[in-house]
């Protein structure tokens, strides 16, 4: 099925936060991601796909903090008992203290 310019610009900004995340230290990735995918499910819950101006609302706003994000002097970021409560919820990999290692 063919996608929205609305549809491909949400996407995008998706894939530039999880990059985003890969570029932060390994002990606070996971951190990062959670927040990522907290964000933009609940997000995508709260909206009608109707409803064009608040998402690119949310497209503005999330760009704008992706690129505070984006700079390297951040180096962590405060995951709330909220978050917490819906990554077990949703069954979604717990953050990690240290990145994961192969098993051999």
Not at 69 to 79: F, K, N
């Amino acid at each position: 099925m063919a996608k929205s310019g609305l549809q491909k610009e949400v996407l995008a900004l998706y894939r530039r936060a999880l990059r985003m995340v890969k570029t932060k230290p390994p002990p606070a990735q996971p951190k990062f991601r959670l927040f990522v995918q907290y964000t933009f499910h609940t997000n995508a819950k709260s909206l009608s796909p109707r409803n064009v101006s608040a998402i690119e609302h949310l497209i503005r706003k999330g760009t704008r903090q992706i690129e505070l994000y984006e700079d390297p002097a951040v180096t962590d970021c405060w995951v709330s008992q909220t978050m917490r409560t819906w990554q077990a919820a949703n069954r979604v990999p717990p953050p990690s203290t240290s990145p994961i290692s192969p098993q051999t």
